[in-house]
């Protein structure tokens, strides 16, 4: 079967989702102008020729600006090549038309999620579980990583409730309780004996020691203390000023602060004092990336993604 053939067939399965917008008032010629370059825009993606894919869906939308179809391609193939300001465009040109398109809430949700930007992932997975209240595991999913154990349990309860909890739910829920449970392993992990704040804070005022400043900041951070992890790690910065601990620290409470431009300071200077460890050198460029797709700089977002993503590879 060639390609005209395949094309065809394409057509009559898609032509309620990407013909019936805006179509109607293309003439003959350009409509088989458009047909040409969007199928070629499809066939260029499928084979992971993004580029040329890219350019294809662009000429088709030059042809019709109007037509949903192109705009939903072009957000796929954007978020494809890493360019996520330019799919989160599409996505929303798109959503202007029909709000509450179950396919590309998902995808711009998961446009979001590929930023770290898990805020507004939720928001939008939010719109898809009032369209269709049983699709919850994204959205628990989502609230894990965005340390929100609490809101992950309560969501998994109304789904047991409601009896549409599915396997994937109940592993999920098993992964929070045991996340939410005393653990003295993970105490002992930082070296903690004492079993509060206000314990590791008496410590640090005796000792003074940087031990002691990072087995207070990694506890507040475990308990999403965020206010008081900024104060306790400046402060600890202000004795050890060439830990990057710390600075990884103070950067994480500050992008949770949504202090994102003196996140990206903090952090910056505190990658710089990282030496041969590969790990937390991906933990800074995953909050770097973070706080750049926060404020909605796509490009450098995508710079310490791709970085991250470098490293871990190597590991």
Known sequence: ?????????????????????GQTSLSEPKYREFHEYFFTGLKEKGIGNYKKALHSFEKAHQIDGQDLGTL???????ALLLDFNDATHFALLFLDNEPEN?????????????????DDAIKTRKKILKIAPKQVDELILLYLKNKEKEKALKLIKK??????ATLRTI?????????LAPKKKMMDKVNVRAKNRKDLKASVRQEGSYKSYLNLVKYEERLQLYKQL???????????????QLYLSKGIALNKLEKFNLAIETLLIGVDFVIENPQL????YHQL????????????AKKFVEKRLKLLKKE
């Not at 094309?7 to 309620?16: E, K």
């Not at 900024?230 to 990057?244: C, F, I, T, V």
């Open 289 to 300: 990336a973070v706080s750049y797709g926060e404020l909605n700089q796509s490009s450098q």
């Open 102 to 118: 179950q396919f590309v809430l998902a995808h711009l949700a998961t446009v979001y999620t590929k930023q770290y930007r898990y």
């Open 281 to 284: 050198e991906a933990k800074f």
């Open 230 to 244: 900024l104060e306790d790690a400046s402060e600890g910065l202000e004795l050890y000023p060439s830990q990057s």
């Open 159 to 164: 789904a047991e409730d409601n009896a549409y």
């Open 72 to 78: 939903f391609e072009l957000s796929k193939v954007q």
């Open 171 to 179: 592993s999920l829920k098993k992964y929070v309780l045991k996340r």
């Open 1 to 21: 079967m060639n390609w005209n053939k395949i094309t065809g067939i394409l057509v009559c399965i898609l032509m309620g989702f990407s013909f019936s917008y």
